[in-house]
């Protein structure tokens, strides 16, 4: 995975294993999906554990509102 | 997990580190207006930094070091004198800025001597009933007003303010305001298992979530949750409440609208406040001008007389789970999972506030000197709220919080009790 290539549907790991719950099954990396809540914007990470610090760094930068999800 | 060179880098505060450094750019509250009326001299540890805290003899606040330059006594034994704090071993005397104005004994007076025995002075300013201090260079940020220190007392509001020491790092007692899940277990399903061996009724804090959200926004993470049983519309979802960062939490529900604020006094130790407004519903407001008399301060009991901790209040379950990770924890055993991200999130953004303030970037909720606005909080008006409509006492649940120490809540909950009995008997006369 490298930065720039944030897929808003990704819903399994870097090694392609599955989501259970928010987190690999198998690897136990996480895959959550960060959305930018401000209205212009349509930035989405979901990059596994990098989501968090994607969305840190977008808000920084930015300074859009971004939610997290866990379900 | 942590590895173990970043765990260090997010939890020590001493002078010099980066959390330290980070720490620096705040106001920091370190004790309140009450205590410093009872005692004008009081010892302090902030930042890994021993100081004391004076009001001297014109109402002023001061902090200065701890050790005198002379020979090394604590000026925490010392006494307010000439706009001053005098040291107890041979009176030299210092002013807020830590300049030492007297050195009694010294013939003939030598203002090099003087100037060499300088000491540490740093701002302090008193509201809402705290006094805050700014450790960091000159000059101060503007004191961010968030909503609950500008609140007045009257009219059926009152603030009462419980304190302790928490005898773990900082990061500890921080993470755990990012846990949502933890509230029905540690608050829920353990709490109850302890009501139920003492023969009482459960909480209703063990609803299991359904789902858990974090949003970042400009002045920290507001996190919210849905329980089996609630609907999206429901408050706990819909407005949630907020971390400010880096160090308060606000919670409460009907009735009660509180921070916790967690001050690093250093790696293994942290001031802990309960910054709590009541506000009581019209039929009862009376009662709340026959408690003001009451100090609105608290020392808050944690642990029994053995060391464990008491399993009786919200604050202190919470207090255990700090405290036994240990007094720094390792985080590089840990293993975090989904429910873990808000946690995620928080370090991410300390991180990077870190970053920032070594680069000299703006820093979140350091306000330019100017800006000395109110900063509006949300805060759902649900959880831990009063319990309406039973004719049961509305505050009676708020002693299964740390409030159940305060002088002010038990007597207020003895009188609204009072009030009700009457009321019932009206009624039954009536008939
Ligand atoms: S289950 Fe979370 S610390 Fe043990
Ligand atoms: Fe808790
Ligand atoms: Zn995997
Ligand atoms: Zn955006």
């Not at chain 2, 920091?28 to 005692?39: F, G, R, S, Y």
């Not at chain 2, 009790?417 to 006369?429: C, E, F, L, M, N």
């Amino acid at each position: 995975m490298d930065r720039q290539s944030v897929d808003p549907t990704a819903r399994t790991c870097a090694d392609g294993h599955l989501d259970v719950g928010g987190i690999c099954g198998l690897c136990g990396e996480w895959l959550p999906v960060a959305t930018c809540r401000a209205g212009s914007c349509a930035w989405v990470a979901a990059n596994g554990e990098r989501t968090l610090q994607e969305a840190v760094d977008h808000h920084i930068a930015t300074g859009h509102s971004i939610r997290v999800i866990v379900n | 997990m942590l590895r173990a060179d970043l765990n260090d880098r997010l939890t020590q505060v001493g002078p010099g580190t980066p959390m330290g450094e980070l720490y620096r750019r705040y106001w920091l509250p370190v004790a309140t207006e009450t205590d410093l009326h009872d005692n004008p001299v009081k010892r302090v540890r902030i930042l890994g930094e021993d100081l004391v805290l004076y009001a001297d003899d014109t109402g002023g606040l001061g902090l200065v070091s701890e050790r005198c330059p002379h020979r090394g006594a604590s000026l925490g034994y010392g006494f307010p004198e000439n706009g001053g704090l005098r040291c107890p071993y041979h009176g030299w005397l210092f002013d807020g800025e830590g300049t030492c104005l007297e050195q009694p004994n010294q013939t003939p007076d030598s203002p090099s001597l003087r100037e060499r025995s300088r000491i540490k002075g740093y701002p302090v300013r008193a509201l809402g009933g705290l006094v805050f201090a700014y450790l960091g260079e000159a000059p101060p940020p503007a004191f961010p007003r968030f909503d609950l220190f500008t609140w007045q007392e009257g009219e059926g509001k009152f603030r009462d303010i419980g304190h302790a020491v928490i005898p773990c790092n900082w990061l500890q007692i921080m993470e755990n305001s990012f846990d949502p899940t933890h509230v029905e277990w540690l608050h829920g399903r353990l709490y109850n298992y302890h009501l139920g061996r003492e023969g009482k009724e459960p909480t209703v804090l063990g609803g299991h979530h359904v789902k858990i959200a974090f949003d970042l926004v400009e002045y920290g993470i507001i996190k919210r949750r849905l329980r089996e049983g609630q609907s999206e519309e429901d408050e706990d979802w819909r407005v949630g409440h907020p971390v400010v960062f880096p160090n308060i939490l606000k919670v409460g529900g009907n009735g009660l609208a509180s921070f916790q604020i967690r001050v690093p006094m250093d790696d293994t130790h942290t001031l802990h406040f309960w910054y709590q407004w009541f506000e009581v519903p019209e039929r009862f407001a009376d009662q709340v001008d026959e408690i003001l008399h009451l100090p609105d301060t608290y020392p808050v009991t944690l642990q029994g007389p053995d060391g464990s901790f008491l399993m009786d209040t919200i604050d202190s379950q919470d207090a255990m789970v700090w405290v036994t990770q240990g007094g720094r924890t390792s985080r590089d055993d840990e293993h975090l999972s989904s429910s873990d991200q808000g946690i995620a999130m928080y370090r991410n953004l300390l991180r990077a506030q870190l970053d920032a303030n070594a680069n000299g970037e703006s820093v979140m909720n350091v306000l330019a000197p100017e800006d000395d606005y109110v900063i509006n909080l949300p805060q759902e008006q649900k959880e831990l709220g009063l319990d309406s409509g039973t004719g049961a006492n509305p505050f009676a649940s708020f002693l299964r919080l740390q409030s159940r120490y305060s002088q002010r809540l038990p007597e207020l909950v003895r009188r609204i009790d009072a009030v009700i009995a009457d009321g019932q008997d009206a009624v039954t006369s009536a008939h």
